[in-house]
């Protein structure tokens, strides 16, 4: 298994990482989406209160976290879940490389992703065997699917679905009697209109699956919006038989998210406050960043949401990257998110304010 997997793709970032290194002023890495700004507080006390964590943490959560986060779900996604169909998991990455497994999909069956999209969709069909099918149309999802996963808003492309494409991507899904994930960690991050002031749907929404959560499951992190990557911090909700299918899974495998953590989220998914912080702090980003690609002739598609700027120049996304490096600044190769992105690349918001602002002076002084 381990022979047939591919090379790490960002080992092929290797020469412009040392490119951008030579510039005068220091290189500028934007093409990761770690967040760079601080924990809240309040989350720091309560990580810090819980550290006595000497038995097991349950693998289902502690019942004060489950309940947190059915109720984030109600107040911010405006969806309704029971504390029992709730769980969480130890960073969403995790979640997405191993739900094949941990939904037992075979050779032979297929696991469905978007055609831009995260590697590590791909990754979960191969470490069991599966058929890794990139195809973003539900006419064209193959009858041995098993696992559909919708990533909205999109990375790396920041495109978001609307409550008529998710109700498309759930009844073909459910044609074909397969699970369909939808990956929403970046939903608390919309730009441009509607989503600058509408909600961002759910894959849960009432108005896309009305009460049946049947086969269908809402992902989402609270490394984008409450900067806990550090912590591994995300759940996941929707039909309660599937989830208590998967917490046993779960429990005996050992994946239980650490008691100090689940403390520390209970106090992320109560304060509204630093998440709208963040909301201004990349927003503040954007609109330093965007304008500088676009007057030196970069064209911004997509992006209307999430935490990336999706760009191309008309050119092979390498002959960019080098172009970029020589700035001293390092962005990620559309080649890295499937092969229908071969002219595009992608720039995080998640570098601090002065290399954002550095940056988009060493892009307008290159014009």
């Known amino acids: 298994m381990r022979e047939s997997l591919p090379d790490y793709p960002w080992d092929a970032m290797e020469p412009y990482l040392a490119e951008a290194a030579r510039h005068p002023q220091g290189p500028l890495n934007l093409s990761i989406g770690s967040p760079v700004d601080p924990t809240p507080e309040s989350v720091r006390e309560e990580l810090a209160a819980a550290t006595d964590a000497h038995a097991y943490p349950a693998t289902a959560g502690t019942p004060k976290l489950r309940e947190a986060i059915a109720e984030w779900f109600l107040r911010r996604r405006g969806v309704t879940v029971a504390p029992e169909a709730v769980l969480p998991t130890i960073g969403s990455k995790e979640l997405v490389a191993l739900l094949p497994f941990l939904l037992g999909i075979e050779r032979g069956e297929a696991v469905v992703f ?63 009697g397969a699970v369909i994930a939808g990956d929403e960690c970046y939903a608390e991050f919309g730009w441009e209109a509607p989503w600058d002031v509408e909600r961002i749907p759910s894959i849960l929404d009432p108005r896309v699956v009305g009460t049946d959560h049947s086969s269908v499951l809402s992902v989402y992190s609270l490394s984008k919006q409450s900067n806990l ?75 209307e949401a999430g935490l990336y700027l999706w760009v191309t120049h008309g050119v092979d996304a ?44 060493r892009i307008s002084a290159s014009l």
């Open 318 to 361: 390498w002959d960019s990257v080098a172009e970029f490096a020589k700035l001293g600044i390092v962005v990620g190769p559309g080649h890295f998110y499937g092969d229908d992105s071969p002219q595009h690349v992608r720039l995080a918001l998640t570098a601090s304010d002065e290399h954002v602002a550095e940056a988009a002076s």
């Open 229 to 303: 990557a550090g912590y591994r911090a995300a759940f996941l909700a929707g039909d309660p038989e599937l989830v208590e299918k998967l917490l046993t899974v779960r429990k005996h495998a050992g994946l239980m998210q650490p008691a100090p953590v689940q403390a520390a989220m209970i106090a992320a998914l109560a304060d509204e406050t630093h998440v709208s912080d963040q909301l201004a702090r990349y927003r503040a980003r954007r609109e330093i960043l965007a304008p500088a690609l676009i007057a030196a002739g970069y064209r911004i598609e997509g992006s």
């Open 114 to 176: 978007p055609r831009i999209a995260y590697p590590s969709y791909a990754m979960g069909a191969a470490l069991v065997g599966a058929d890794a099918v990139a195809a973003d149309d539900p006419a064209e999802w193959p009858a041995n699917t098993r696992l559909v996963w919708i990533n909205s808003p999109s990375n790396p492309d920041g495109r978001v679905k609307d409550i008529a494409a998710l109700q498309a991507a759930v009844e073909r899904a459910r044609e074909l």
